[in-house]
């Protein structure tokens, strides 16, 4: 008697067990069971996907279409990069190209990568996905796939590159050698989007590094439109090896419009709103105004995600769209439902996702809070770095893995210094950091805040006093220090450090052995430090060096009626 025994062949696998014949699942139900269905571009489980906005993006799909069709396999980049923040529309573009190119029979293959579906957040589905849907279109190359799983059934468990040779490369083969993916009309395009979502990181890379190397040993005439977040993993492995000379890249950014796009779609939803929506009739004539409209263009930064999260919210079918927009625009208290629960999502996310968030904290609250009334010095990376005594290179070090968001720039001046900048791409993101409500861990109080760096900048100022510069430079450190000190403390909350540090920065200004001269306390004691310090002084009962700094300011103002 046969205790076990396999049978394999063409479509399925039988095993004996006792005496018992039982069949197991054929080669085509593994496949099946090793895709993921809601990876398709049509996949009734993603629910009425992102897609672009009538009439926008046009010279963005324009472009796209046009590599797609005009693309020489034996000459041109097979890889097509598209790149840009979080919520820039990426995954909309790839879905309207995956549509357009579905109904001219020109699409091969998607695969839409998502964070939070277990099917399709991981690379261990996506070659059998690809490979599925060639078998749809291709029976002789449903043929060789089926036969290659009967050969081995655990080819979907092995390496990414050995499953492209068997379910992708071999299969196509026939179809290669006659010539048929050299005709433009050909399926030959394979769409990846959000591979960003691929929770891996590793497995990220292992992806493009699969794909490069097939296309570079192989020769392969596919066409691979890869959508995702400059993040950094992705930007290190795409400007790198071979893949920078086998892809166009496409960075979505002001070069296309992005906000004339935006105003488009905002105008066509409330049209779409005073004519449909339920509530209609109590919308007051002429509302919205031109100038709220050109406001949530401003706030949207460029990134659609901003004005589709705003739109969907105000055509609530069971709200008053007037209401809904005060909500908005912080006119009006939301009752339950919070009109940035998308975009708060994502921004939790993001942050989420970093190791040590505490110096991404300190570099981004030091820029905003400071940013309103400093831009042309609290952009400088090396200028943040200074005060808050980071090494030079530790910002951007910090600031690596949060690309979707923002990005530091750096330029060589006409001396050959290094000018580094931040810049932040969605202003959304400062109003989700300052409010606790909705950033929670990750927020920021901005009046303590404020006190911190007040220190802060208290101790540069006994730093720079300590320099061996020209007076000249050594007045205009100094001045700098003061004014930063004044900005921050009129705006802090009064943290016992911060009354330490004010004792202390007191002292060392006032202290008896500096030069008495009125043109010392006219140059280095802005007045409104002198009230502050006045002020606080009093209130700890500190009337000695509070009478000191009265004297202080009486000296300035004889000085400055003197001259």
Same mark, same amino acid.
């Given at each position: 008697m046969f205790s076990s025994a396999i049978v394999t062949g063409g479509t399925f696998i039988q095993h004996v067990h006792g005496g018992e014949l039982q069949q197991t699942k054929t080669s085509l139900e593994l496949l099946q069971e090793a895709a993921s269905a809601n990876a398709f571009h049509n996949s009734g489980e993603r @629910? =009425? #996907?992102?897609? &672009?906005?009538? *009439?926008?993006?046009?010279?963005?799909? $324009?472009? +796209?279409?046009?590599?797609?069709?005009? &693309? /020489? #396999?034996? +000459? *041109?980049?097979?890889?097509?990069?598209?790149?840009?923040?979080?919520?820039a529309g990426k995954s909309a573009i790839a879905q309207s190209i995956a549509e357009i190119c579905y109904g001219q029979s020109l699409l091969l293959a998607s695969f839409f990568f998502a964070r939070? =579906?277990?099917?399709?957040?991981?690379? @261990?589905?996506?070659? !059998?996905? +690809?490979?599925?849907?060639?078998? $749809?279109?291709?029976?002789?190359?449903?043929?060789?796939?089926?036969? /290659?799983? *009967?050969? =081995?059934?655990?080819? +979907?468990? @092995?390496?990414? $590159?050995?499953?492209i040779f068997a379910l992708i490369l071999e299969p196509l083969q026939p179809l290669v050698e006659s010539g048929y993916f050299k005709r433009p009309n050909s399926r030959r395009l394979i769409i990846i989007d959000g591979l960003d979502e691929c929770t891996n990181r590793n497995e990220q890379v292992q992806i493009l590094e699969a794909i490069s190397n097939t296309l570079q040993q192989f020769s392969l005439p596919l066409l691979f439109l890869i959508s995702c977040r400059p993040e950094h993993d992705l930007m290190a492995t795409f400007t790198s090896g071979h893949l920078p000379r086998m892809t166009t890249s496409m960075p979505l950014d002001d070069n296309y419009q992005a906000y004339v796009d935006i105003e488009r779609y905002i105008c066509d939803k409330f049209a779409e709103l005073r004519a449909k929506h339920p509530f209609r009739h109590q919308i007051p004539p002429g509302w919205p105004r031109k100038d709220v409209i050109d406001q949530l263009v401003t706030r949207s930064s460029g990134q659609f995600i901003y004005a589709a999260t705003v739109m969907k919210f105000v055509l609530s079918s069971r709200h008053r769209p007037t209401d809904q927009l005060e909500i908005v625009l912080g006119i009006r208290t939301a009752n339950c439902a919070m009109p940035f629960a998308e975009l708060d999502a994502l921004y939790m996310h993001i942050f989420s996702s970093i190791n040590n968030s505490y110096p991404v904290l300190q570099i981004l609250a030091f820029q905003m809070i400071s940013k309103s009334k400093h831009v042309e010095i609290t952009d400088h990376v090396g200028h943040m770095e200074e005060i808050l005594s980071m090494n030079p290179g530790d910002a951007e070090i910090a600031l690596c893995d949060l690309g979707s968001i923002l990005k530091v720039t750096n330029h060589s001046t006409d001396a050959g210094v290094q000018d580094r900048r931040l810049h932040i791409f969605h202003a959304s993101l400062e109003d989700f950091l300052l409010d606790e409500s909705r950033s929670g861990k990750?927020?920021?109080?901005?009046?303590?805040?404020?006190?911190?760096?007040?220190?802060?900048?208290?101790?540069?100022?006994? @730093? %720079?006093? !300590?320099?061996? %510069? #020209? #007076?000249?430079?050594l007045e205009v450190l100094q001045l700098g220090s003061l004014f930063y000190i004044n900005s921050h403390i009129k705006e802090a909350f009064p943290t016992p450090a911060l009354r330490k540090e004010i004792i202390r920065f007191s002292e060392v200004v006032l202290a008896r052995d500096k030069p008495r001269s009125r043109r010392y306390h006219a140059l280095y004691i802005n007045n409104d430090i002198l009230d502050f310090l006045e002020t606080v002084l009093a209130s700890l009962n500190l009337m000695l060096i509070a009478a000191e700094v009265y004297r202080c300011k009486d000296t300035a103002r004889n000085h400055q009626e003197a001259t």
């Amino acid at each position: 008697m046969f205790s076990s025994a396999i049978v394999t062949g063409g479509t399925f696998i039988q095993h004996v067990h006792g005496g018992e014949l039982q069949q197991t699942k054929t080669s085509l139900e593994l496949l099946q069971e090793a895709a993921s269905a809601n990876a398709f571009h049509n996949s009734g489980e993603r @629910r =009425d #996907p992102p897609k &672009c906005h009538h *009439d926008t993006r046009v010279a963005i799909l $324009e472009k +796209i279409m046009l590599w797609i069709l005009s &693309c /020489n #396999p034996l +000459i *041109d980049k097979l890889i097509m990069w598209i790149y840009g923040p979080a919520g820039a529309g990426k995954s909309a573009i790839a879905q309207s190209i995956a549509e357009i190119c579905y109904g001219q029979s020109l699409l091969l293959a998607s695969f839409f990568f998502a964070r939070f =579906d277990p099917t399709r957040n991981h690379a @261990r589905s996506l070659v !059998s996905t +690809i490979s599925y849907q060639i078998a $749809e279109s291709f029976p002789t190359a449903r043929s060789c796939i089926l036969r /290659n799983m *009967d050969r =081995d059934p655990l080819i +979907i468990t @092995r390496s990414l $590159e050995a499953q492209i040779f068997a379910l992708i490369l071999e299969p196509l083969q026939p179809l290669v050698e006659s010539g048929y993916f050299k005709r433009p009309n050909s399926r030959r395009l394979i769409i990846i989007d959000g591979l960003d979502e691929c929770t891996n990181r590793n497995e990220q890379v292992q992806i493009l590094e699969a794909i490069s190397n097939t296309l570079q040993q192989f020769s392969l005439p596919l066409l691979f439109l890869i959508s995702c977040r400059p993040e950094h993993d992705l930007m290190a492995t795409f400007t790198s090896g071979h893949l920078p000379r086998m892809t166009t890249s496409m960075p979505l950014d002001d070069n296309y419009q992005a906000y004339v796009d935006i105003e488009r779609y905002i105008c066509d939803k409330f049209a779409e709103l005073r004519a449909k929506h339920p509530f209609r009739h109590q919308i007051p004539p002429g509302w919205p105004r031109k100038d709220v409209i050109d406001q949530l263009v401003t706030r949207s930064s460029g990134q659609f995600i901003y004005a589709a999260t705003v739109m969907k919210f105000v055509l609530s079918s069971r709200h008053r769209p007037t209401d809904q927009l005060e909500i908005v625009l912080g006119i009006r208290t939301a009752n339950c439902a919070m009109p940035f629960a998308e975009l708060d999502a994502l921004y939790m996310h993001i942050f989420s996702s970093i190791n040590n968030s505490y110096p991404v904290l300190q570099i981004l609250a030091f820029q905003m809070i400071s940013k309103s009334k400093h831009v042309e010095i609290t952009d400088h990376v090396g200028h943040m770095e200074e005060i808050l005594s980071m090494n030079p290179g530790d910002a951007e070090i910090a600031l690596c893995d949060l690309g979707s968001i923002l990005k530091v720039t750096n330029h060589s001046t006409d001396a050959g210094v290094q000018d580094r900048r931040l810049h932040i791409f969605h202003a959304s993101l400062e109003d989700f950091l300052l409010d606790e409500s909705r950033s929670g861990k990750f927020h920021i109080d901005a009046p303590s805040k404020h006190a911190e760096f007040a220190i802060l900048y208290m101790k540069h100022f006994s @730093r %720079v006093t !300590s320099l061996l %510069v #020209p #007076p000249e430079t050594l007045e205009v450190l100094q001045l700098g220090s003061l004014f930063y000190i004044n900005s921050h403390i009129k705006e802090a909350f009064p943290t016992p450090a911060l009354r330490k540090e004010i004792i202390r920065f007191s002292e060392v200004v006032l202290a008896r052995d500096k030069p008495r001269s009125r043109r010392y306390h006219a140059l280095y004691i802005n007045n409104d430090i002198l009230d502050f310090l006045e002020t606080v002084l009093a209130s700890l009962n500190l009337m000695l060096i509070a009478a000191e700094v009265y004297r202080c300011k009486d000296t300035a103002r004889n000085h400055q009626e003197a001259t």
